[in-house]
């Protein structure tokens, strides 16, 4: 079996360990408490490789179907329900957890130097390490409500990393927002499990699997909307349309956390979820309309392709443009595994991992040495490619992948999702597929030529100019920063050679795709095989990628380059081009929807009716009630009160004053002192009660 | 049955709230130690369940974490009000009630 296997719930252990240490010594260690915390995500990174070379071991020696290793503890119970809390390791497992350990590793070094000096330094590495936990305990979920947990964990340490300079309105606003966007999932989440329960009876994500791939359930028509209500929770998380809108102002937190946030944590939450119980999805979001066979995440990640991408051009800010990309690249993910291609789809969350996680430690280094700490592209950068040629190196690298330039990594897994989607009848989606491919390669080229090209302006003709007192062609950042990226470029160049389909190297499906229980062979909903490979296949996206990146750079160096083209402006001149462009700015006003109409549009009419109601009927009912009273009260005063009942009130009156004269230092007005009352006389209770009973 | 240790965990916490609700000046740390008492309960009901190997005890506990949620929703709702109005939550201040 293997012991790293049946270890393996150590892994998000330690890093949830190290996050207490970290929280009670922190401030008195040397380095503030960063240095636990990356001995811990180092320590997770062995014990990941460990079992992930297990693994390897455990499929390649074994001839039949391979099963997933369980390790599990009973959590808690009610009435027949037993949750239990433990591992559950299987392909999908291993491969997230070596990618969270591994890139964990990597932004927790790159962070020592990036946040050196802040005020908050200790709970930077404090929240940051609870965060790689929570990610590893949902990674290795044995049961929904495992997941639920890390999940939610993730999702309040993203709250706390996006605040984590709460100080600026702004920022503190983002966290909110993050939060509460994802939490709009999150209710789908909670109310999707508890419909898994009620259809398969089970919350263990193994069986899950194996009864809906069997079919074994009673009605598809209930599964869908477990099926949906889970998918909401997927939109949420992965910044799906049209839940999208926090990812980008989640970039008001500290650049490293940007970059764990979108490479390997937190938003690829939502594709993992889809992946980890994919037949529910695959069987329960099957629709048909109009005689149209079509998966529904297949049409919500093929639009986000489009929407982000578009997006991603009329940004100024460089972290901005990479968060766009990133929502673009997770709607590939999810259009990938709405297609049925699984493999492809969790390969591109492996390379997509390293690629995004370099572009954004890249932008963190060009804001951190380069350009003063601006991420505005048009104001504060330009002319960086000789002054500061790793990170430069990094992000071509990394940009290539992104882009699917061939024999790079993002080409391999790409480029399989666009060619499964051809062959599996989602014709549509193939198009979605090359022309996302196209934007990106577009914007992306936008991006490098704003940032290391052309003539240094702001702040990086400052650096410029630093440079020149020195008497240096070049500085980059320190080793800290520097390193991270040097491997994550190498790994961004290499990684994708585990399942690179032009070369038949199928090594990453072989050891990932055996034991999820995906529903292969026959059936109405069985999964279709890869395609094969073919160049011929693959050459209009390729021919459009190229496409992309001349027109791109022959726009960029006719807007950017030249001070007196044509082009300038022309958003300004042109009424029809104007309006799409601050379409665009305006991000489809998706924002003032949700906050102006939706919001407002629910909550101002029950406010209104709440007070017609207050103002019409109850006032009503209240005046009716007091004239009557106050008739009746007319009569009794005559007749009864004058004579009878005053001289007993002022005689009970005269006692009541005197006694609340005696009383009044007991209404101090302090809380404290009524709590102290309270539990005091609650005391006295409770003595009384045992005296009774004894 | 290890009961007793569950007991004395529960004391030891409701002597921890009753003694940041008495000594706090902070709405918000108040708050947080009657959380502490509620959960004591908790432990107390989930101990007893136990021992008597009946469900409801459990199902005490989960209405008692529901209605715990949201009675911190409302105190905060209102520590956040204070908030805005006085710009302190420091419970000296707050003496109003004072007969």
Same mark, same amino acid.
Request: a neutral charge; one cysteine or more; charged letters at 15%.
């Given at each position: ?6 270890h ?18 922190g401030?008195r260690m ?5 240095e636990i915390?990356i001995a ?11 079992a992930?070379y297990?693994?390897i071991n455990?499929?390649?020696s074994s #001839?039949e179907e ?11 119970r009610?009435?027949d ?9 299987d392909?999908?497992a /291993?491969?997230?957890?070596?990618l969270?350990?591994f890139?964990?590793?990597l ?7 990036y946040v050196?000096?802040?005020r ?10 609870l965060f790689s ?9 044995p049961n ?24 600026e309105k702004?920022n ?19 109310v999707?499990?508890a419909?898994? &329960?009620?259809i ?5 994500i193994?069986?899950?699997n ?6 074994d359930f ?9 099926a ?7 939109i949420g998380?992965?910044g799906?349309?049209p839940?999208?809108t926090w ?5 008001a937190?500290?650049?490293?956390v940007?970059?764990?946030?979108h490479?390997?944590t937190?938003?690829?939450?939502g594709v993992f979820? +889809?992946?980890r119980?994919y ?6 979001l099957?629709?048909?309309?109009a005689?149209?066979?079509?998966n529904?995440v297949a049409?919500? !990640?093929g639009?986000? +392709? ?6 991603a051009?009329?940004?100024?800010? %460089?972290k901005?443009v990479?968060?766009?990309?990133? /929502?673009?690249q997770?709607?590939?993910?999810m259009?990938?595994?709405g297609? !049925?291609a699984?493999?492809?789809a969790?390969?591109h969350?492996?390379? #997509?991992a390293?690629f995004k ?7 963190g280094?060009v804001?951190?040495? !380069? ?5 505005d592209m048009?104001?504060?950068?330009g002319?960086l490619?000789?002054r500061?040629?790793?990170t ?7 940009t290539?992948?992104l882009?699917?330039?061939?024999f790079v990594s993002?080409?391999f897994s790409k ?5 499964s989607?051809k062959?599996?009848?989602y014709k549509?989606f ?6 996302g491919?196209?934007m990106t390669t577009?914007?992306m ?6 940032t290391f090209?052309?003539?240094?302006r702001?702040?990086a003709e400052?650096f410029? #100019? ?9 500085r980059?950042?320190s080793?800290?920063i520097?390193v ?6 190498v ?6 050679y585990?399942n690179a389909?032009?070369f038949?190297?199928h ?5 990932t795709e055996?034991s999820i ?5 026959e059936g109405t909903?069985?999964l279709p #095989?890869?395609?094969e490979?073919s160049?011929?296949a693959a050459?209009p996206?390729?021919?459009l990628?190229?496409a992309?990146?001349g %027109?791109?750079?022959?726009?960029c160096?006719?807007l ?7 082009l ?7 009424p ?5 462009h601050?379409?665009?700015v305006?991000?489809y006003y998706?924002d003032?929807?949700?906050?102006k109409?939706?919001v407002?549009?629910?909550a101002?009419?029950?406010?209104k ?7 019409h %009927?109850?006032d009503?009912?209240?005046?009716t009630?007091?004239k009557?009273?106050r008739?009746?009260?007319d &009569?009794?005063?005559k ?8 001289g007993?009130?002022?005689a009970s009156?005269?006692t ?5 004269g005696a009383?009044q230092?007991v ?25 009774v009973?004894? | ?8 965990l ?10 940041g609700?008495?000594?706090?000046k ?6 947080m130690?009657?959380?502490l008492?509620l959960?004591?309960?908790?432990i107390?009901?989930l101990a007893?369940?136990r021992?008597n190997?009946?469900?409801?005890g459990?199902?005490f ?6 209605v715990a949620a949201?009675e ?5 709702a209102m520590?956040?009000?204070i ?9 000296d201040d707050?003496?109003?009630m004072?007969?």
């Amino acid at each position: 079996m293997g012991w790293f296997l049946e270890h393996a719930w150590l892994i998000p252990v330690i890093p949830g360990v190290a996050f207490a240490l970290i929280i009670l010594f922190g401030k008195r260690m040397p380095r503030g408490g960063s240095e636990i915390g990356i001995a811990s995500m180092i320590a997770a990174l062995v014990l990941a490789g460990g079992a992930a070379y297990q693994w390897i071991n455990r499929v390649d020696s074994s #001839h039949e179907e391979v099963t997933p290793v369980l390790s599990r503890w009973e959590w808690f119970r009610i009435g027949d329900l037993r949750v239990s809390i433990g591992s559950h390791i299987d392909g999908l497992a /291993v491969v997230m957890l070596v990618l969270v350990a591994f890139i964990s590793t990597l932004v927790q070094i790159y962070s020592t130097e990036y946040v050196r000096g802040d005020r908050r330094y200790t709970h930077y590495f404090a929240s940051i390490t609870l965060f790689s936990a929570g990610m590893l305990t949902m990674v290795l979920a044995p049961n929904m409500v495992q997941l639920l947990l890390g999940w939610e964990i993730m999702g309040l340490c993203s709250f706390m990393l996006i605040g984590h300079w709460w100080e600026e309105k702004a920022n503190s606003e983002a966290a909110l927002k993050a939060f509460w966007t994802v939490r709009v999932g999150d209710m789908g989440l909670l109310v999707g499990i508890a419909m898994l &329960l009620a259809i398969f009876n089970t919350l263990e994500i193994g069986k899950i699997n194996e009864l809906a791939a069997a079919g074994d359930f009673e009605s598809k028509n209930l599964l869908m909307w477990a099926a949906v209500a889970l998918f909401i929770a997927c939109i949420g998380k992965s910044g799906q349309f049209p839940l999208h809108t926090w990812l980008p102002d989640a970039m008001a937190g500290p650049t490293p956390v940007s970059s764990l946030l979108h490479s390997s944590t937190m938003v690829v939450g939502g594709v993992f979820l +889809v992946a980890r119980i994919y037949p529910v999805f695959h069987i329960g979001l099957d629709m048909n309309i109009a005689g149209q066979r079509f998966n529904l995440v297949a049409v919500i !990640g093929g639009i986000t +392709v489009l929407i982000a991408a578009a997006l991603a051009f009329v940004q100024n800010d %460089i972290k901005k443009v990479l968060a766009y990309s990133t /929502v673009s690249q997770l709607g590939y993910m999810m259009m990938g595994l709405g297609v !049925g291609a699984w493999t492809a789809a969790v390969f591109h969350i492996f390379t #997509h991992a390293f690629f995004k996680c370099c572009l954004f430690l890249c932008a963190g280094s060009v804001a951190h040495t !380069g350009s003063h700490h601006s991420f505005d592209m048009k104001k504060d950068m330009g002319g960086l490619r000789k002054r500061m040629p790793i990170t430069f190196a990094a992000w071509i690298v990394s940009t290539a992948a992104l882009c699917g330039i061939p024999f790079v990594s993002g080409f391999f897994s790409k480029d399989e999702i666009i060619d499964s989607a051809k062959y599996n009848d989602y014709k549509i989606f193939y198009v979605v597929g090359i022309i996302g491919a196209f934007m990106t390669t577009a914007y992306m080229t936008r991006a490098t030529y704003l940032t290391f090209f052309g003539k240094p302006r702001g702040g990086a003709e400052h650096f410029a #100019h630093e440079l020149e007192h020195e008497h240096k062609t070049s500085r980059d950042s320190s080793w800290h920063i520097t390193v991270p990226l040097v491997i994550l470029g190498v790994l961004a160049l290499v990684s994708g050679y585990l399942n690179a389909a032009p070369f038949k190297w199928h090594w990453f499906e072989h050891w990932t795709e055996s034991s999820i229980g995906l529903p292969f062979g026959e059936g109405t909903f069985a999964l279709p #095989h890869p395609p094969e490979f073919s160049w011929s296949a693959a050459a209009p996206g390729l021919l459009l990628v190229a496409a992309g990146f001349g %027109i791109s750079l022959w726009l960029c160096r006719a807007l950017f380059g030249s001070e007196t083209s044509r082009l300038r402006g022309l958003t300004q001149r042109n009424p029809l081009l104007g309006a799409g462009h601050k379409f665009l700015v305006n991000k489809y006003y998706l924002d003032a929807l949700y906050e102006k109409v939706i919001v407002r549009g629910i909550a101002y009419p029950i406010s209104k009716a709440a007070y017609w109601t207050n103002q019409h %009927i109850l006032d009503g009912i209240v005046n009716t009630v007091g004239k009557t009273g106050r008739r009746t009260g007319d &009569l009794v005063y005559k007749y009864i009160d004058q004579g009878l009942v005053d001289g007993a009130v002022n005689a009970s009156g005269t006692t009541a004053t005197s006694a609340g004269g005696a009383l009044q230092p007991v209404q101090s007005g302090k809380v404290s002192m009524y709590g102290a009352l309270l539990f005091g006389a609650a005391a006295v209770g409770g003595l009384v009660l045992v005296l009774v009973n004894t | 049955m290890l009961i007793n240790q569950f007991l004395v965990l529960g004391a030891v916490l409701f002597c921890i709230g009753v003694y940041g609700v008495i000594v706090r000046k902070n709405a918000v740390l108040v708050l947080m130690s009657i959380e502490l008492i509620l959960n004591s309960v908790n432990i107390n009901l989930l101990a007893f369940d136990r021992l008597n190997g009946g469900n409801d005890g459990a199902v005490f506990a989960l209405y008692i974490i529901a209605v715990a949620a949201a009675e911190v929703g409302v105190g905060l709702a209102m520590v956040l009000l204070i908030f805005r109005n006085r710009k302190t939550i420091s419970l000296d201040d707050l003496s109003e009630m004072k007969g």
